[in-house]
C-alpha cells in the first residue's frame, strides 16, 4: 500500500523547536518531491515548502510565513523527510502533512499521496 | 506569488442537481511543456486529509468517480460536481503548480440543500 505517515508532532512551547518525520512506504521515495503542508482548525490549506528529489539536487522552498524558521531535509536510504521546526510561534499550531507530488509531464504534478498528519500545538 | 481566488465560499445544492465551483489564478498556469495547466482540485471531509480529485486541470485521479470533472484554461477554471451525491459534501480545494510557492484557493463547502 501507498502510504506517507507522519510523526514527531506535540506541544511545544513559544521560540522552542520541533522535528517531525514522514515515513514513505510502498513506493519509490527517491523519485518524488516532498511537500509540507498545514492546517489550523477550521482553516484552510497553507504550504508550508518542499524538497525535490535527486535529479533535482534536494532543491528546497519555503512559503513566506515559516522561510529562515523551518528547515526541510530527506534521507532517501530511510525512506524519510524531515520538517524541522525552529522559533516556534502560537501561529504555527496546526495540523502538519507530508504529500508526494511527481514531477514533469509524464507524472501528476499534483499531491497524490498525502499522510494522516500530526499535531502540533505552540503555547504556553 | 501566484494568488488563487475560489468562489463561491459555500455551496448548499439539492442531491442530483449541479455543482459548480470557480477558481481564478492571478497569473496563467498553462505549462508550456506540454500545454497543459499545473492546476489541481482536492476534496477533503471532516477529519481527512485532502484527496486529489483532478490534476492538470483536468485529468481526473483514478476511482474518482466521473460526475466530478474538471475545465478551464489559462487563468480561469471549474469543478463541476453533475449530479451531487451525500457523500460528496466536502470542502473543495483548487491549487497550482505553476511556480513557488505552491497555493491554494481558500476552499468550497459543499452542503446538501
Known amino acids: 500500500e501507498v502510504q506517507l505517515v507522519e510523526s514527531g508532532g506535540g506541544l511545544v512551547q513559544p521560540g522552542g523547536s520541533l522535528k517531525l518525520s514522514c515515513v514513505a512506504s510502498g513506493f519509490t521515495f527517491s523519485d518524488y518531491a516532498t511537500h509540507w503542508v498545514r492546517q489550523a482548525s477550521g482553516k484552510g490549506l497553507e504550504w508550508v515548502g518542499r524538497i525535490r528529489n535527486k535529479a533535482n539536487n534536494y532543491a528546497t522552498a519555503y512559503g513566506a510565513s515559516v522561510k529562515g524558521r523551518f528547515t526541510i531535509s530527506r534521507d532517501d536510504s530511510k525512506d524519510t523527510a524531515y520538517l524541522q521546526m525552529d522559533s516556534l510561534e502560537t501561529e504555527d499550531t496546526a495540523v502538519y502533512s507530508c504529500?508526494?507530488?511527481?514531477?514533469?509531464?509524464?507524472?501528476?504534478?499534483?499531491?497524490?499521496?498525502w499522510g494522516q498528519g500530526t499535531m502540533v500545538t505552540v503555547s504556553s | 506569488d501566484i494568488v488563487v481566488t475560489q468562489s463561491p465560499d459555500s455551496l448548499a445544492v439539492s442531491l442530483g442537481e449541479r455543482a459548480t465551483i470557480n477558481c481564478k489564478s492571478s497569473q496563467s498556469v498553462l505549462y508550456s511543456s506540454n500545454n497543459k495547466n499545473r492546476l489541481a482540485w482536492y476534496q477533503q471531509k471532516a477529519g481527512q486529509p485532502p484527496k486529489l480529485l483532478i490534476h492538470?486541470?483536468?485529468t481526473r485521479e483514478s476511482g474518482v468517480p466521473d460526475r466530478f470533472s474538471g475545465s478551464g484554461s489559462g487563468t480561469d477554471f471549474t469543478l463541476t460536481i453533475s449530479s451531487l451525491q451525500a457523500e460528496d459534501v466536502a470542502v473543495y480545494y483548487c491549487?497550482?503548480?505553476?511556480?513557488?510557492?505552491?497555493?491554494f484557493g481558500g476552499g468550497t463547502k459543499v452542503e446538501i440543500k
Open positions: 491549487q497550482q503548480y505553476y511556480s513557488s510557492p505552491v497555493t
Open positions: 492538470w486541470a483536468s
Open positions: 504529500a508526494r507530488l511527481g514531477e514533469g509531464v509524464a507524472l501528476k504534478n499534483a499531491f497524490d499521496v
